[in-house]
């Protein structure tokens, strides 16, 4: 896996609001993980304006360092783990497939998290493109209970010869993970599926997601959801310039203009 050049990285990190880390420590990746989830939105844009999706390294950060854009899981998560591993951490791009509603894991390569180990050896499940997930990296060989500002976690074996995990949040199961170690462009395919396909989420409608301090706002297509100190407030923007200028103050984006769904729901 290609890592960054030393003076993207430092612009990565000026990104998150992070200062280098002196080394590739189990703290210093809490650090990056929480800073990342408030400054990065989790966000599905591009494929409402009509922009490729790109697996590629330098792709990927012009788009994180270039009007505030995120992305969905392959890009989020893709682009922190180059620059982890620039920064010295091992790491590892696992593909998962998210449950349903129903309880049953969604098509392969339907999400793409991280295995990290730290300078003391000791790995962690790195996911900062799930959205409403852990705030913090979860000990990846621990089983019991992980307690998260967002929630109580675990990662469960799945009975059966091929050592898949599934991750709960709350008791609910939320992804299965395999343990096979993929590349970037393992994932190709997924991304591209849920980019294109009418029966992908995220075609369905634009969806714009940030952690903060107090909780998450969200905007969804014209809806504006915010959520702090456990009070949810909704409210539907009436107009393009209503919807440009959320963007702008609780995104950090700037667009050229409204997302249009690429797939709309009937």
Same mark, same amino acid.
């Given at each position: 896996?290609?890592?960054?050049?030393?003076?993207?990285?430092?612009?990565?990190?000026?990104?998150?609001?992070?200062?280098?880390?002196?080394?590739?420590?189990?703290?210093?990746?809490?650090?990056?993980?929480?800073?990342?989830?408030?400054?990065?939105?989790?966000?599905?844009?591009?494929?409402?304006?009509?922009?490729?999706?790109?697996?590629?390294?330098?792709?990927?950060?012009?788009?994180?360092?270039?009007?505030?854009?995120?992305?969905?899981?392959?890009?989020?998560?893709?682009?922190? #783990?180059?620059?982890?591993?620039?920064?010295?951490?091992?790491?590892?791009?696992?593909?998962?497939?998210?449950?349903?509603?129903?309880?049953?894991?969604?098509?392969?390569?339907?999400?793409?998290?991280?295995?990290?180990?730290?300078?003391?050896?000791?790995?962690?499940?790195?996911?900062?493109?799930?959205?409403?997930?852990?705030?913090?990296?979860?000990?990846?060989?621990?089983?019991?209970?992980? &307690?998260?500002?967002?929630? #109580?976690?675990?990662?469960?074996?799945?009975?059966?010869?091929?050592?898949?995990?599934?991750?709960?949040?709350?008791?609910?199961?939320?992804?299965?993970?395999?343990?096979?170690?993929?590349?970037?462009?393992?994932?190709?395919?997924?991304?591209?599926?849920?980019? &294109?396909?009418?029966?992908?989420?995220?075609?369905?409608?634009?969806?714009?997601?940030?952690? &903060?301090?107090?909780?998450?706002?969200?905007?969804?297509?014209?809806?504006?959801?915010?959520?702090?100190?456990?009070?949810? &407030?909704?409210?539907?923007?009436?107009?393009?310039?209503?919807?440009?200028?959320?963007?702008?103050?609780?995104?950090?984006?700037?667009?050229?203009?409204?997302?249009?769904?690429?797939?709309?729901?009937?």
């Amino acid at each position: 896996m290609e890592e960054f050049s030393a003076s993207r990285v430092d612009a990565y990190l000026r990104r998150i609001g992070a200062e280098r880390p002196g080394s590739a420590s189990a703290a210093a990746l809490r650090d990056l993980h929480l800073r990342h989830l408030r400054t990065v939105a989790f966000e599905s844009l591009s494929i409402h304006l009509g922009q490729e999706i790109v697996l590629e390294g330098e792709a990927l950060l012009d788009k994180l360092l270039h009007g505030g854009r995120g992305g969905f899981c392959y890009e989020l998560n893709g682009v922190f #783990a180059l620059l982890l591993r620039s920064l010295g951490y091992r790491v590892e791009l696992l593909q998962a497939r998210v449950h349903s509603a129903d309880g049953g894991p969604g098509v392969p390569y339907d999400h793409l998290a991280l295995r990290v180990s730290c300078e003391d050896g000791r790995p962690w499940l790195v996911d900062v493109g799930f959205g409403d997930h852990s705030h913090f990296p979860l000990a990846f060989d621990e089983r019991g209970e992980q &307690t998260d500002p967002g929630g #109580a976690f675990r990662i469960v074996p799945v009975d059966g010869p091929h050592g898949d995990l599934d991750v709960l949040q709350d008791g609910v199961p939320r992804y299965r993970l395999e343990t096979r170690p993929r590349v970037l462009s393992d994932f190709v395919t997924g991304a591209w599926w849920h980019s &294109t396909s009418p029966a992908s989420g995220f075609t369905r409608k634009p969806v714009c997601s940030l952690l &903060t301090e107090t909780g998450r706002t969200t905007l969804s297509d014209h809806v504006l959801t915010v959520t702090a100190d456990g009070e949810r &407030t909704e409210r539907t923007l009436t107009d393009d310039a209503e919807v440009l200028a959320a963007y702008r103050t609780h995104f950090g984006i700037d667009l050229p203009r409204v997302p249009v769904p690429l797939h709309p729901r009937p």
